[in-house]
């Protein structure tokens, strides 16, 4: 089906596609769109293979690609090739995400704001009154000054019936500090039980009713406290104590919030790492083993740890040699040692573990007990033998591909003729350059082809497949074959595309390409041909040299029943036409226009012989030989 121009060229420039972009930028954002696109497959696939976050699963794909001498978009191919082969090998550590440290339950906040608004119905004018009036207290002084925790002198604020309703802040000392981080300054004249309304809620406040009343004394070594300031609840553990005094009561307290954060960050260490400790007491016989130590081995938290003897007993059989010379030689030359061994679950999967142990000696050398440390790296194993698994995959992958470019590198030699032995045309001097890409990875379609029609014509093409390798080199032989083919018909350069079209459109697989036919016709001196999406050619003429203007039409392949337009061209003698694939002028550090204007300012200086302008256009253009074929045909007009 025929579509309008305009829906696909630019009249601006005469490229294909949008207005201002030429096929090769499209073809090169395609490029990379691509390689984006299977880089995010392969993290995804090898995430899942081995286990392991997409982040973590990048890095392994830079380690392989770098093992391997590889790119990395050529590795992330081989690993998406591989296939998604699920996760075998791969172990996930599970990790819960920790609360909150220092917060107390939404009940309690609840609880203590309507603690707070009972209390805040309380007269306190009489409080300043209070407190200026009481007397010297010697003993509480005392107390503030000799200890070195956070202490207050509280004294009793009483309701009409002489019931203890509160306790005021009479006085702290400089260390004194709540959950809050308040001390003297925020603290001294106001009410306990509106700054700390967990002092209700814990029954401390009875407690030191109680003292006050009773002359008890109270000690309390270690409860948990929480209370409520500002809709914001803290909680800790805390010691505290409180006697009488002759004006109130003295509390001392200290909060282990420091101890307990420390502990916390030791029990989520252990269990982040799946590293646990213990200890074994050769005097006693018992043990001592945190709780993830108990989990690498399997056991539960009431379960008695075995003896540094029996610990054998629980590994794997075929690691009990391992494990039995490691006790041995710890006891005997009394030394640290370290092993890997497995262990065998309740689930019958067996968890590998990493142990580090060592025997502390007495002041006679005589070991009385044993610290070991253990780390589950079933994980880490999991990952290492996916890696190996994916490793190998894609060495026989690269194994494969190798083959394939050698093939690609045969046919392309058997299809394409020698630069030498491409005969003279009628009325054309011709000279060719056809340059295959160093790195055999890049091998791609690059072709062209001569024939000498038999009613005098000469007819000229070149063109290039897309893509590259084995794929490539096949597209290449069939489009330059099927072209050569249908030359003898003596149809137009124009039909002979719309032919050529349809013969690149029905290949299984399918392929597109880019491609340029002309003929010349010596007594007339003109040019007819057709552009498929190819790079425009440039005409010298007495010095001068111009890109020649081009209705584009699509690439091979890309719309099926396209009528191909053919331009004439006239011609004169000393007139250069010169042709040339993309791997010239393409490079993704520099804009294509620019490319070509200069291949067009290196040509206008070049000389007049075909053969001398190439040798001068490949010294100056400074193309990646690397990257792409690179093909360059010369026609001089005789």
């Not at 300054?185 to 009410?191: F, I, K, Q, S």
């Not at 003896?307 to 075929?318: F, G, R, S």
Request: some cysteine; overall charge negative; charged content about 25%.
């Amino acid at each position: 089906m025929k579509r309008r121009m305009g829906d696909w060229v630019s009249e601006a420039d005469g490229t294909w596609g949008p207005p201002g972009v030429h096929a090769a930028d499209l073809e090169g954002l395609r490029g990379a769109a691509h390689d984006r696109a299977v880089m995010a497959e392969a993290r995804v696939v090898l995430a899942r293979r081995l286990g392991v976050p997409p982040g973590e699963a990048l890095q392994h794909l830079i380690w392989l690609a770098r093992d391997l001498e590889m790119e990395l978009p050529e590795a992330a191919a081989m690993v998406v090739q591989g296939g998604g082969a699920g996760t075998e090998g791969a172990v996930v550590a599970g990790r819960r995400p920790p609360r909150a440290e220092g917060t107390a339950q939404r009940g309690v906040v609840s609880e203590a704001e309507d603690l707070l608004h009972r209390l805040a119905a309380e007269d306190t004018d009489g409080d300043d009154g209070l407190i200026a009036g009481l007397p010297a207290d010697p003993v509480a002084r005392g107390l503030l000054e000799g200890t070195l925790d956070s202490a207050a002198h509280l004294v009793p604020v009483r309701g009409p019936d002489g019931e203890v309703q509160d306790f005021l802040y009479a006085e702290l000392n400089g260390a004194a500090r709540d959950l809050f981080g308040r001390g003297a300054e925020e603290l001294t004249g106001l009410r306990l039980l509106r700054t700390d309304p967990g002092a209700a809620l814990s029954g401390l406040f009875e407690e030191y009713v109680a003292v006050l009343e009773g002359g008890t004394t109270l000690d309390r070594d270690s409860i948990m406290y929480s209370t409520v300031q500002g809709g914001l609840s803290r909680s800790s553990r805390m010691s505290v104590r409180c006697v009488q005094v002759p004006t109130g009561v003295c509390a001392t307290w200290r909060y282990h919030s420091g101890e307990d954060r420390s502990a916390r960050r030791l029990e989520r260490v252990e269990r982040l790492a799946l590293i646990g400790f213990g200890e074994w007491d050769l005097v006693t016989g018992q043990a001592d083993w945190t709780p993830q130590m108990l989990a690498n081995y399997g056991l539960g938290p009431d379960e008695v740890p075995p003896a540094p003897h029996d610990l054998p007993k629980v590994v794997a059989e075929d690691d009990l040699p391992l494990v039995e010379e490691a006790v041995q030689t710890m006891f005997s030359r009394r030394e640290p040692v370290e092993a890997e061994h497995r262990v065998i679950g309740k689930d019958g999967a067996p968890r590998h573990l990493w142990v580090f142990a060592e025997p502390v000696l007495d002041d006679a050398g005589l070991p009385v007990s044993i610290n070991i440390v253990s780390q589950d790296i079933t994980r880490r194993r999991g990952v290492e033998r996916a890696l190996a698994e994916t490793r190998r995959q894609m060495l026989k992958q690269q194994a494969r591909t190798a083959q394939e470019r050698k093939v690609a590198v045969t046919l392309r030699r058997a299809i394409l003729p020698d630069e030498e032995e491409v005969g003279q045309l009628p009325g054309l001097r011709v000279a060719i350059r056809a340059l295959a890409a160093e790195s055999t990875a890049r091998i791609g379609g690059d072709w062209f082809a001569t024939r000498v029609m038999p009613d005098g014509r000469a007819l000229f093409a070149i063109g290039d497949a897309a893509g590259h390798g084995l794929p490539a080199a096949a597209a290449m032989a069939r489009s330059r074959n099927g072209l050569l083919g249908l030359s003898c018909t003596g149809e137009p350069a124009g039909r002979l595309v719309g032919w050529l079209n349809e013969l690149v459109g029905s290949m299984d697989p399918p392929a597109t390409g880019t491609a340029l036919v002309g003929h010349y016709r010596p007594d007339r001196h003109v040019m007819e041909w057709t552009c498929a999406g190819h790079l425009p050619p440039i005409l010298v003429r007495d010095g001068h040299a111009e890109p020649l203007e081009v209705h584009r039409d699509p690439l091979l392949g890309a719309l099926p029943d396209w009528e191909y337009k053919t331009i004439s061209t006239e011609l004169r003698p000393g007139d250069l036409i010169f042709l040339y694939t993309d791997g010239l002028v393409e490079r993704r550090d520099a804009d294509l226009d620019e490319r070509i204007a200069r291949l067009t300012g290196i040509l206008r200086d070049s000389s007049a012989g075909p053969e001398l302008a190439l040798d001068e256009v490949l010294a100056r253009m400074e193309h990646d030989r690397a990257a792409d074929d690179t093909t360059m045909f010369a026609l001089h007009v005789e």
